[in-house]
């Protein structure tokens, strides 16, 4: 089983709705649109209205599964303490930059370094989980070992 934030969740569930209620019904009108042009063989608008509707089932049956296979962990109902998990929020020091960074341990289909949301199976989350707020740690990157200190654990 995958873990999977219930914020990661909502936003899958949110997504399948989405594609069975407005994708789907919209590509299966522009199938029978294209379909009324003539000759299928030589029909762009048709087989392209395939080609999404193929990639919208794939997408819809990805999702089904994921969230069928997944572990939601809300972590509001877990009890805080400075002890990093998944989904707690982590401000680290990176000494490398010299700057304090914030992140969000996720499951890796919910992971977006822009955003601040890492995977828990990434080399950074890897060693964050289950070390303790005022722990330090080095981590092996391109450039060479980057310090970390952990300076906040937030359970949001």
């Known amino acids: 089983m995958n873990p999977i934030t219930k914020e990661g969740e909502v936003l899958l569930r949110e997504e399948l709705k989405k594609l069975k209620s407005e994708d789907r019904p919209r590509i299966i009108d522009a199938i029978a649109t294209a379909r009324e042009f003539g000759d299928l063989k030589e029909n762009a608008e048709y087989h392209a209205a395939k080609e999404q509707q193929s990639l919208t089932e794939a997408r819809i049956r990805?999702?089904?599964?994921?969230?069928?296979?997944?572990?939601?962990?809300?972590?509001?109902?877990?009890?805080?303490?400075?002890?990093?998990?998944?989904?707690?929020?982590?401000?680290?020091?990176?000494?490398e930059l010299e700057k304090s960074i914030q992140y969000k341990i996720v499951g890796e289909d919910e992971a977006d370094a822009n955003v601040g949301k890492i995977s828990y199976a990434s080399p950074l989350a890897k060693n964050l989980i289950g070390k303790f707020e005022g722990d330090t740690f080095k981590l092996e990157t391109p450039s060479g070992f980057t310090e970390y200190e952990i300076e906040k654990v937030e359970y949001l």
Do not use: H, R, W
């Not at 599964?65 to 998990?85: M, P, R």
């Open 62 to 95: 990805d999702i089904e599964s994921k969230l069928s296979n997944s572990q939601i962990i809300d972590i509001k109902n877990i009890e805080a303490s400075d002890k990093v998990i998944f989904g707690t929020t982590v401000t680290v020091f990176n000494s």
